[in-house]
């Protein structure tokens, strides 16, 4: 009796096995099962301002992450092919090689990999190889929510309430237990990838924190909701306190699904229904992550072009020493400081703490949103196409259900509100750990010998403020009533 043809299953943004539909498609017909991962880099749907290679944290992020998805596979006898090459050439050329039947993958509703897609599947038709496509990483397909012109809702609360309104999305598939494999296939190697970093290895802070991976995803998930759930309304907004999931790198790269997390969260919810609110809360961050997608969905080039057309003419400065500072974190306010070191060491920020620095840049120094949008590309480890630049554009007031301009944070009142006794700041701008909490986020206003006993000397151990906050304020309001002025 003749051996089935193979299936191969193309892994994008979707390195785990557990719900994973193409894989679970593939594994159920009984047939060998290739796995394959192709880095590409040459499709021009994949360049900008298509699309935009990966920035250095997701690099070393995704070098672990197929390291964990290979070892996944061989412990149920399954193997992980790597290539380098324009998709459609890579992967009809593999099918080729080991007469596969099929190809199937799941969907990324992201322009850039839907025309990468529909070239994989001209090609491989061209040979006559089937594919199938699989819903993707998203809760709901964003062609179900539609405004009557067949546009994406542009504010979040009436957006979630019609994915809410849908119910709930299928229940997670299970993985499989165990996958029939073909003779040895030449394959890459992750590390001939040079995805991480060598000289200088700044990737230290980001091994000492994370794990990725699948089992990992699963492992945070479950202690989230088992420890951290109760609380998380209040505690999401102190970034002195563990009280987040800390899942989205894991959710960016499809380690777990969003379909996972919505399901355990409402089983937690059922039986503890006195964390229903924390677990609401909880799930409507899931909801913004799908806004977000949804959005990108109808604008491809959202980290490039104002959703709110006037801020096409807003006066931003080009003040690269300031933006230099920021990034650093050196702008002597120390709930901005704090943030961009931590950063820098971990490959994300609290959320809180996020719009606040955002904030800063945008607002006190004028410094187009699009400078700390690549930023935050380059040094988030949950760098993802479609928050990333739509929070930036909240933030800026010139994107989706955006914040308005004239909300200009007080980083000295945010620090006091939600770092009250200073333990953020001190953890990453140790240089201010003596200081007492009512100056650890001001310490400009102490005296000499409060800053003596301290150990700070302001412009040598810590800078002064770039900006006086008060002006700052003022000088992006005017900045906004210009434009408004031409609207």
């Given at each position: ?364 120094l004028l410094i187009d949103w699009r400078a700390g949008e690549q930023w935050f590309w380059d040094t988030l480890v949950d760098a993802d196409a479609g928050s990333n630049p739509a929070n930036w554009q909240w933030v800026a007031g010139s994107g989706a259900d955006a914040a308005p301009y004239f909300r200009v944070f007080n980083p000295i009142l945010q620090g006091e509100k939600f770092d009250p006794d200073g333990a953020y700041v001190r953890r990453w701008v140790p240089e201010l750990a003596q200081l007492p909490n ?50």
């Amino acid at each position: 009796m003749a051996r089935a043809q193979p299936v191969i299953v193309w892994f994008r943004d979707d390195l785990r096995l557990s719900d994973h539909p193409a894989l679970h498609e593939a594994a159920s017909r009984g047939a060998p099962v290739v796995g394959l991962y192709v880095r590409d880099d040459e499709s021009r749907a994949l360049k900008p301002p298509a699309a935009r290679s990966l920035g250095g944290a997701t690099r070393w992020w995704l070098a672990q992450s197929l390291r964990a998805l290979r070892k996944n596979l061989e412990a149920i006898r399954g193997t992980l092919v790597l290539r380098t090459g324009p998709a459609a050439s890579v992967i009809a050329t593999l099918a080729r090689d080991i007469h596969a039947d099929a190809v199937f993958w799941n969907d990324i509703a992201q322009a850039p990999h839907q025309a990468i897609a529909r070239d994989v599947a001209s090609a491989l038709a061209s040979d006559g190889i089937s594919s199938q496509i699989f819903p993707g990483d998203l809760l709901v397909d964003p062609k179900f929510i539609r405004n009557k012109d067949n546009r994406g809702l542009r504010v979040f609360t009436p957006f979630w309430r019609r994915v809410q309104g849908l119910g709930d999305p299928q229940k997670p598939l299970p993985a499989p237990k165990k996958l029939t494999s073909i003779g040895d296939i030449t394959s890459e190697a992750v590390d001939d990838w040079n995805l991480e970093p060598t000289r200088p290895d700044w990737a230290g802070g980001l091994r000492e924190i994370w794990t990725p991976g699948e089992a990992a995803a699963q492992a945070r998930l479950k202690a989230f909701l088992d420890e951290n759930i109760r609380g998380y309304a209040g505690d999401r907004d102190r970034p002195d306190r563990d009280g987040t999931s800390r899942l989205s790198p894991h959710l960016r790269f499809g380690e777990i699904s969003p379909r996972q997390v919505w399901h355990a969260a409402r089983f937690a919810a059922a039986e503890h229904p006195r964390l229903a609110g924390d677990i609401d809360k909880f799930l409507s961050e899931l909801g913004w992550r799908e806004f977000c997608r949804h959005l990108l969905f109808d604008v491809p080039d959202l980290a490039v072009r104002n959703l709110q057309e006037h801020f096409d003419t807003f006066p931003w400065k080009c003040d690269a020493r300031a933006l230099k500072a920021w990034q650093r974190g050196l702008t002597g306010y120390p709930i901005v400081d704090a943030g961009m070191r931590e950063l820098w060491h971990t490959g994300v920020m609290h959320n809180r703490v996020r719009m606040v620095v955002a904030s800063f840049l945008v607002k006190h120094l004028l410094i187009d949103w699009r400078a700390g949008e690549q930023w935050f590309w380059d040094t988030l480890v949950d760098a993802d196409a479609g928050s990333n630049p739509a929070n930036w554009q909240w933030v800026a007031g010139s994107g989706a259900d955006a914040a308005p301009y004239f909300r200009v944070f007080n980083p000295i009142l945010q620090g006091e509100k939600f770092d009250p006794d200073g333990a953020y700041v001190r953890r990453w701008v140790p240089e201010l750990a003596q200081l007492p909490n009512d100056l650890i986020h001001q310490p400009w206003t102490a005296t000499p010998i409060e800053l003596a006993s301290a150990g700070v000397e302001l412009g040598k151990t810590y800078p002064p403020p770039i900006v006086d906050h008060k002006q700052a304020r003022e000088r992006a309001l005017a900045a906004y009533a210009k434009i408004r002025s031409k609207d």
